[in-house]
């Protein structure tokens, strides 16, 4: 069965700091990868999403970048940290063949 | 473009009380529908899917939904509620075909009293 990762769970970094967080699925192969930014009482925001390896689409201009070094991780990265993009970071997944997205459990990000 | 109302921003219900969580949506067709279910501090987990066929779509957790097209609506019921299900409840609706991004809505906090 396929099970999607994240790490780490939780982050507490200063503001100005570079950030990596990283996103791997198992179990698949060729999946769409999504990156979103949820922050409290604010749904969803979609931030990067990834068809293949080397494929990134980024849906909101910010402070972040993508990349997606293998085909299956994904790698959501910050040169230097805000304090607005304090969050929860959830990666999802997508089988190529079908239309529903499956979320991993996401990493809590504090910019202080 | 898709869009997606879940009008209530909370909900409070009583134990073993009937729950019906309310979502609309906005597509020029017949969409994708979904409903997901967060915990505090976890990953959405999916609840429920339509895609095409029956309008009634059995999920997991004892939940349900119907899509209703006349109405643009995709509401989520159970029949009695438990208290492990206070949750954030989040519609979804995508765009069949294409890049698939799907759209969320805001969300519905539900509270469970006992």
């Known amino acids: 069965s396929q099970t999607i990762h994240q790490w780490p769970a939780t982050l507490v970094q200063p503001v100005g700091s570079p950030l990596s967080l990283e996103c791997t699925v198992e179990g698949t192969s060729n999946p769409n990868l999504y990156w979103y930014r949820q922050a409290a009482g604010r749904g969803l925001q979609l931030l990067f999403y990834s068809v293949g390896i080397g494929q990134i689409s980024s849906e909101v201009p910010q402070n972040l970048s993508a990349s997606r070094p293998q085909d299956r991780q994904f790698i959501l990265s910050s040169k230097k940290l805000l304090l607005s993009d304090s969050g929860f970071y959830l990666c999802?997944?997508?089988?190529?063949?079908?239309?529903?997205?499956?979320f991993g459990p996401g990493t809590r990000l504090t910019v202080l | 473009a898709q869009s997606v109302t879940q009008p209530d921003i909370h909900i409070t219900v009583s134990e073993g009380a009937s729950l019906e969580l309310r979502c609309n949506y906005s597509?020029?067709?017949?969409?994708?529908l979904f409903w997901y279910v967060q915990s505090p501090g976890q990953g959405l987990q999916l609840l429920l899917k339509y895609f095409s066929g029956d309008t009634l779509v059995q999920g997991i957790k004892g939940f349900e939904a119907e899509f209703k097209r006349s109405q643009s609506s995709f509401n989520l019921r159970k029949p009695s509620v438990h208290w492990s299900d206070a949750a954030e409840y989040f519609c979804?609706?995508?765009?069949?075909?294409?890049?698939?991004?799907?759209?969320f809505g805001r969300g519905t906090s539900l509270i469970v009293h006992p």
């Open positions: 999802a997944w997508r089988p190529g063949l079908t239309d529903t997205q499956y």
């Open positions: 979804a609706v995508g765009a069949r075909g294409g890049s698939y991004i799907p759209t």
């Open positions: 597509y020029g067709a017949t969409p994708y």
